[in-house]
């Protein structure tokens, strides 16, 4: 495996797409009143430009390995980045709900494929030694996006115009694209199976069913019909695609759960899934506790979100000192608890304590957060050959893209639930608080897959040294 010298601008150059692929998730939100009085349309629609980019996101994730092993990590990656970037400019120039829609579907297809692809040509070019440091200045500029996003997007379409949303893409994605064949390697795989297309329409059926659910979850009072025929679009690609696969097994797997046989790779996967079930909850959680449970304002709440990221970003490329020192179980175990605690004191939050407090109790979550999304992402790659890195990668993008859904929409049925068993008409603090915990549990239930790993798993990507085994148990 080849690596650079200096991983950072790569890393940065992957991030800086990253980052855009997080804003544009969110920066729409709060400028649809504006975008739906110029198109002349009912605001509540312009809820499918949302959804629609995320489900051509989530549909799409599995082609990127795919398409990074034929075409090459460097092609991929700067045909995807140029469609984000045209694709931006179509949403900002879209006069219809059409057409913005459309536009918006072409933005999801080619973040599905920047950032997975991205993180596979960081992983083939960086040396195992520095392979945690260049993942945390990957992942840095990234964490921004959700936190900025929805600020970013009401003050551009309060002072300006709604359409400079998507036309800020432009120039960092130009800037973007022309770095890419500087810095970007050129990875091919050197045997390359058939395209399977019907494995992938199958396989994109049964995530866009499974996807679609989660996000009527998210909208009460949808229609009963809805979610029957999105599960059973669900149920039924399933069920075809686990019958073609076994029918074809010969053909290599789009996603390839075979990965999951090696120990590291397991315990990323299922620690990183669960650990994101909550966290990817607390963007949409946290300031509802704050302003309904409460009673702080819109802008209390987001500062409290803003300390949160901040902290986050801060201490992201403070990790792998903190694995060269510990190792990855020992971080994994003991932050692992801290996550679940970072969670559960969110579920005592009072008024009385005052928004300073609150943001610095919330930080702490961030900064946890942080250490440990970081730790369960690189030991993901510690026992892999080159040739499985791709599809690692994108087994695992699928996942996380789909236990952030779960997360959100879970916290709002138990908030839900929490308040029709009090018969309370609208959530109170006390719901809220039972949704903080019950998320915080399940955080805590990644714990048990640290807890198996090897007690020197991971020694080559965090540079810890050699360590003795515990009593019982072996080192790797």
């Not at 549909?59 to 980045?81: C, D, E, V």
């Amino acid at each position: 495996m080849s690596s650079t010298t200096n991983f950072r601008p790569l890393a940065l150059l992957i991030g800086s797409a990253y980052f855009m692929e997080q804003l544009d998730s969110t920066i729409i939100a709060p400028a649809i009143p504006l975008i739906a009085t110029e198109l002349g349309i009912e605001p509540l629609s312009l809820n499918l430009t949302m959804t629609i980019y995320l489900l051509c996101s989530v549909a799409l994730i599995p082609l990127s390995g795919y398409l990074a092993g034929r075409l090459g990590t460097r092609t991929t990656f700067k045909a995807a980045l140029a469609l984000f970037v045209l694709s931006s400019v179509l949403c900002g120039l879209a006069d219809s709900l059409g057409g913005l829609i459309a536009a918006r579907a072409l933005q999801g297809t080619s973040a599905a494929l920047m950032v997975p692809v991205g993180r596979t040509a960081i992983v083939h070019a960086t040396k195992r030694s520095e392979l945690v440091l260049a993942l945390a200045w990957m992942i840095t500029p990234a964490m921004l996006g959700p936190v900025l996003g929805p600020p970013l997007g009401g003050l551009i379409a309060t002072l300006g115009s709604w359409r400079w949303i998507f036309f800020i893409n432009l120039p960092v994605g130009l800037m973007g694209y022309f770095a890419a064949t500087r810095l970007v390697p050129q990875v091919r795989d050197e045997v390359v199976a058939p395209f399977d297309l019907r494995q992938w329409l199958l396989l994109a059926a049964m995530l866009v069913g499974l996807a679609t659910v989660l996000e009527l979850v998210r909208h009460p009072g949808m229609p009963a019909a809805a979610y029957a025929l999105s599960l059973a679009v669900a149920l039924s690609a399933g069920w075809a695609y686990r019958r073609h696969r076994r029918q074809h097994s010969g053909r290599a797997a789009l996603l390839d759960f075979s990965l999951l046989d090696v120990a590291t790779f397991n315990t990323s996967f299922w620690a990183g899934a669960l650990a994101r079930v909550g966290y990817g909850a607390l963007p949409f959680l946290l300031p509802l506790s704050l302003q309904i449970g409460l009673g702080f304002s819109a802008l209390d709440s987001g500062l409290v979100l803003l300390a949160n990221g901040a902290v986050a970003f801060l201490i992201k490329t403070r990790t792998a000192a903190i694995l060269a020192r510990y190792g990855f179980r020992r971080v994994l175990v003991w932050n692992g608890l801290m996550c679940a605690l970072g969670l559960a004191i969110c579920a005592f939050f009072s008024a009385g304590w005052g928004l300073a407090l609150i943001a610095l109790l919330a930080s702490f979550g961030g900064l946890v957060r942080a250490i440990q999304f970081n730790a369960v992402g690189a030991i993901a790659y510690a026992d892999l050959p080159p040739a499985r890195i791709a599809a690692a990668t994108t087994l695992n993008t699928v996942f996380q893209q789909l236990a952030i859904m779960f997360g959100i929409s879970f916290s709002v049925v138990l908030v839900d639930l929490s308040a029709r068993f009090a018969q309370r008409a609208q959530p109170a603090t006390l719901d809220f608080s039972l949704a903080f915990l019950v998320l915080a549990l399940v955080v805590a239930a990644a714990v048990p897959f640290c807890w198996k790993l090897d007690a020197g798993a991971g020694q080559e990507l965090s540079g810890h040294g050699p360590v003795q085994a515990e009593p019982g148990r072996e080192s790797a």
